[in-house]
């Protein structure tokens, strides 16, 4: 792991922490909805394929607001870049291995 990784891992933490306390403090603000999230994602510029990957394996679930059969999904911001930055360290302990 060079610095450039060891500076991006850190910064992702710092990133997941103040999501973290955002959604403990102010809870509507963490989530957003399944047809807005594709923004999001290119505001924070964020791969959308790799969301996708993180979405179908299952690490990241919306979940429904309401009871009714067509309440709409949300995601929170907060568990998508948690499972981002752990799939980024799960990449750079992979490199690491195979060398």
């Known amino acids: 792991m060079d610095i450039q990784e ?3 891992v850190i910064a ?3 990133q997941v922490g ?3 306390a955002v ?4 809870p ?3 989530f957003v909805r399944v047809s807005e999230v594709k923004q999001w994602l290119k ?4 791969d959308i394929k790799r ?4 979405v179908s394996e299952g690490v990241i679930r919306a979940t429904r607001k309401g009871t009714g059969r067509n309440s709409p999904l949300y995601y929170s911001k907060a568990e998508i870049k948690q ?3 752990m799939a980024n360290i799960a990449g750079i302990v992979a490199r690491e291995t195979i060398k």
């Not at 959604?23 to 102010?26: C, D, F, M």
């Not at 505001?43 to 964020?46: A, E, F, N, V």
């Not at 969301?51 to 993180?54: A, I, K, V």
């Open 12 to 14: 992702d933490f710092v």
């Open 23 to 26: 959604k403990a403090y102010e």
């Open 28 to 30: 509507p603000q963490d």
């Open 18 to 20: 103040y999501m973290q």
């Open 6 to 8: 060891l500076n991006t």
């Open 83 to 85: 499972a981002l930055s």
């Open 51 to 54: 969301f996708n990957r993180l």
């Open 43 to 46: 505001m924070m510029r964020i």
